[in-house]
Nanobody, 118 residues
Framework: QVHLVESGGTLVQAGGSLRLSCAASGRAFGSYDMAWFRQAPGKEREFVATISWNGRITYYADSVKGRFTISIEYAKNTMYLQMNSLKPEDTAVYYC???????????WGQGTQVTVSS
């Protein structure tokens, strides 16, 4: 299995930027697709962005397209989410996830809180 640990969440003003990190350990990094999800208070968890195992394919939710960028640094076994032009509606707990030998996301981090003040 894969152990995922998110970091980087904090309080930021609207219009600001933030970079989240997801450090992975366990199964060979780079052999599985990864993604970011988020869950706002009182709402269902929602998809934010995904990146293929080789970093060549990315896909974003419409709500973050053009503002967020997902990337991988293989040398550090870390996935990132660069978030720009943040809005109060981006406030949520952000989770990283991986598809480890599965068509479903079956490894999850503990989450990191992002709060965007207006």
């Amino acid at each position: 299995q894969v152990h995922l640990v998110e970091s980087g969440g904090t309080l930021v003003q609207a219009g600001g930027s933030l970079r989240l990190s997801c450090a992975a350990s366990g199964r060979a990094f780079g052999s599985y697709d990864m993604a970011w999800f988020r869950q706002a208070p009182g709402k269902e968890r929602e998809f934010v962005a995904t990146i293929s195992w080789n970093g060549r394919i990315t896909y974003y939710a419409d709500s973050v397209k053009g503002r967020f960028t997902i990337s991988i640094e293989y040398a550090k076994n870390t996935m990132y989410l660069q978030m720009n032009s943040l809005k109060p509606e981006d406030t949520a707990v952000y989770y990283c996830a991986a598809k480890v030998q599965s068509s479903q996301y079956n490894s999850w981090g503990q989450g990191t809180q992002v709060t965007v003040s207006s």
